[in-house]
């Protein structure tokens, strides 16, 4: 399952809203988790199932949509969230991953 | 609080084989609500998943590596094995063990990483 995210990079502001979708090349109902990476760290968990936050995880993170394309809110972007996201399937082996989004300051 | 802890071979020739190790620390090893997976990220590269073995010793492994790895399990000392064999410059990545978990035997996660392990593979 081919998954496609976008847009690839964003450019935005503390305060801004920021939503990042996810696109799989078929249906994989809400079987979708949504990690953040920053530079030299391994990913990090953030939203499985399409919608259920991790523990830990600042509630600004929102997940939503079910089928074939998913997003990924902020809803008030602060500074610790400047990074890369990925989306990831979970419907079927192998798990594929998004080639990520780079969110950076503006 | 679950920790993995990874090490081996940071640079190979082409041909060789690559052996990573991850340890468990924290938490339980032998549940059957996780298993234990690899992952890859080529320099300034997305994130490919290798494959993944769980506390049954049974393994899934991506076919785009085309039958050169072995996903191995030591659960008397918490920890679980990667081997890729006849490596290439292809193969050049860094290299993270994570914990998959089933929540609700239904939705599948990595939720543990390691620290990554940087293998060059040059000539």
């Known amino acids: 399952i081919q998954m496609t995210q976008s847009p690839s990079s964003l450019s935005a502001s503390v305060g801004d809203r920021v939503t990042i979708t996810c696109r799989a090349s078929?249906?994989?109902?809400?079987?979708l988790n949504w990690y953040q990476q920053k530079p030299g760290k391994a990913p990090k968990l953030l939203i499985y199932?399409?919608?259920s936050l991790q523990s830990g995880v600042p509630s600004r993170f929102s997940g939503s949509g079910s089928g074939t394309d998913l997003t990924l809110t902020i809803s008030s972007l602060q500074p610790e969230d400047f990074a890369t996201y990925y989306c990831?399937?979970?419907?079927?082996?192998?798990?594929?991953f998004g080639q990520g989004t780079k969110v950076e300051i503006k | 609080q679950v920790q993995l802890q990874q090490w081996g071979a940071g640079l190979l020739r082409p041909s060789e084989t690559l052996s990573l190790t991850c340890a468990v620390y924290?938490?339980?090893?032998?549940?059957?609500?996780?298993?234990w997976s690899w992952i890859r990220q080529p320099p300034g590269k997305g994130l490919e998943y290798i494959g993944e073995i769980n506390n049954s010793g049974s393994t899934n492994y991506n076919p785009s590596l085309k039958g050169r790895v072995t996903i191995s399990l030591d659960a008397s000392n918490n920890q679980f094995s990667l081997r890729v064999t006849s490596v290439t410059a292809a193969d050049t990545a860094v290299y993270y063990c994570a914990r998959q978990t089933y929540h609700d035997f239904s939705e599948f996660y990595f939720d543990y990483w390691g620290q990554g392990a940087l293998v060059t593979v040059s000539s």
């Open positions: 924290g938490g339980s090893f032998s549940g059957y609500s996780w298993s």
């Open positions: 990831q399937q979970s419907y079927r082996t192998p798990w594929t």
């Open positions: 078929q249906s994989i109902s809400s079987y």
């Open positions: 199932g399409a919608s």
